[in-house]
């Protein structure tokens, strides 16, 4: 008796130490230089800038950009960025506050039902692969949805597995729960894949039957009520305009229609696994490819194995026939394959230790040196400051705010977050009717919610400041010949900013006459 006691305790004692150990590499790995880290473009800047505006107006229902209503995603991560703004001020370390957060709480997870499957050393082991892979480190980084819907995700799959292999079906409670809260952060997705996760399972395990449990079906009542907090009040506020856009266009347009056709190709995911778990996958692959030869595969024997293998081939091959292809969309697969290749590093403990180590050491590095330069070449963060002195100067002069437009290159959010200046994208009138959504229409074009100008309309009574790249994309680098054939006027090259290049055209001659 004394022996099994102490066996716990030393058990515990190593636990607290593994956790204690995680929560430390965590910080090291998806906090440290983040106050260094520009908003980029295009996605993370429309999730702050819809942050921002949603404060600014002092709604926290509607999520809204350039003062529209915006449907792109559900509510919850902007509540994150809304919390941690409040928190810490709207600064790039606040933006990236909850990302890091939930990775840490990602490599708890992952640690803890590694632990419970296969023991301490596994669980340890599973924990550190996910926090030290490539696409763990990468999304643990990104303003986007994605770290919160892996730890409601993966908290759903990991309850129901609890409250099924237990018979303690209170866990279907939880697992229903976190459905609820994976669906406010990514919409539907949040329980049809979770959903075919489990039903899979189930029909390989031929238990179907646990499907008619009053746990499940009780589940379900506290999974509506909780997406009730946000969908209700959403449809009763816009009704049809929010279903069309949200489910019509963010959700089965996504599934059906790719929005970058070049990606929409069938080794996508393929290069996204070997890439985004290095260098975990690439350290696999010999003994992988050595099973194969010596034709060593079976299908797994036990509960546990075949969850973890149904959940990661699930999502895989979801999104695999999903039209739209996004290098994140896979990373719900990161905990169970953490797992399974913690089994293979278990038994090569030197190997696992200098993976881990260099990772750990690259990761830290590129934080701190690496990508705040490579960031801020793909953030308006640069131009941001003196488009405002500009523009105040020729407010001062003029008696008016200056027109300002992007032109003949990629549109940046991330200019007008850290400016708070309106920019409009110049394009000719053609090209704005193009991108323009209309009424009933279910295209990609719902999503240009950016204010645009036609460059037939460009006013002569004001100054326009104009913003370009300053390298050779969208046809080449514009000088001011180039903006006077093009669009009239007497422009002046004020000044180079980063990645960007702003001009300024003064009243015309016809507007002085």
Request: aromatic residues 16%.
């Amino acid at each position: 008796m004394g022996f099994g006691i102490g066996m716990a305790d030393e058990r515990r004692r190593t636990a607290r130490q593994h956790i204690v150990f995680l929560l430390l590499l965590g910080i090291l790995l998806y906090f440290v230089g983040n106050g260094g880290l520009a908003i980029t473009d295009p996605v993370e800047s429309n999730y702050t800038l819809t942050a921002k505006e949603m404060i600014g107006a002092g709604d926290y229902i509607s999520p809204r950009i350039y003062g529209n209503y915006w449907y792109d995603k559900p509510v919850f991560f902007y509540w994150e960025l809304i919390a941690a703004f409040e928190i810490f001020g709207q600064t790039d370390f606040a933006a990236r506050f909850f990302p890091g957060l939930w990775s840490i709480v990602s490599m708890l997870l992952t640690y803890g039902f590694g632990r419970r499957l296969f023991g301490e050393r596994v669980g340890f082991v599973a924990a550190v692969i996910f926090g030290a892979s490539v696409e763990g480190w990468y999304v643990g980084h990104a303003i986007i949805t994605d770290t919160t819907l892996v730890v409601a995700l993966s908290g759903m799959l990991i309850a129901f597995f609890f409250g099924y292999m237990r018979r303690e079906k209170r866990w279907y409670y939880l697992a229903f729960a976190l459905a609820g809260v994976a669906v406010l952060t990514k919409g539907p997705i949040g329980l049809c894949l979770p959903g075919l996760i489990i039903l899979v399972f189930l029909a390989w395990e031929r238990r179907l039957r646990e499907l008619l449990s009053i746990h499940i079906l009780l589940g379900f009542v506290l999974f509506f009520a909780v997406c009730a907090l946000w969908y209700v009040p959403m449809v009763q506020l816009h009704g049809t305009d929010f279903l069309d856009t949200f489910l019509g266009v963010h959700n089965v347009l996504r599934a059906t229609v790719s929005e970058h056709p070049q990606q929409n190709v069938w080794y996508f995911y393929p290069l996204v696994f070997l890439g985004g778990c290095f260098p975990w996958s690439l350290a696999v692959l010999p003994a992988v490819a050595r099973k194969l030869f010596h034709r060593d595969v079976h299908l797994p024997q036990s509960s546990e194995v075949r969850f973890l293998v149904v959940w990661a081939v699930c999502v895989f091959v979801t999104f695999q026939c999903f039209a739209t292809k996004y290098i994140t969309y896979t990373f719900p697969y990161m905990v169970p394959l953490a797992i399974l290749f913690a089994r293979y590093f278990v038994a090569h403990p030197q190997l696992f230790r200098s993976l881990a180590g260099f990772m750990t050491a690259l990761f830290v590095v590129a934080a701190c040196f690496v990508a705040p330069p490579l960031m801020r070449s793909h953030s308006g963060v640069l131009a941001a400051a003196p488009i405002v002195e500009l523009s105040q100067e020729r407010e001062a002069v003029s008696g008016q705010a200056p027109l300002i437009v992007s032109y003949r290159t990629d549109y940046q959010t991330s200019l007008v977050y850290y400016s708070g200046l309106r920019v409009a994208r110049l394009e000719t009138a053609e090209v704005v009717e193009k991108f323009r959504p209309h009424d009933g229409e279910i295209s990609w074009s719902a999503k240009e919610v950016m204010p645009f100008e036609a460059i037939e309309d460009l006013p002569t009574d004001r100054d326009i400041i104009l913003v370009t790249g300053a390298g050779s994309e969208h046809g080449g680098e514009l000088t001011e010949d180039d903006l006077a054939r093009n669009l009239s006027g007497s422009w002046q090259l004020v000044q180079t900013a980063g990645n960007r290049r702003i001009f300024l055209r003064t009243e015309t001659k016809e507007a002085a006459e």
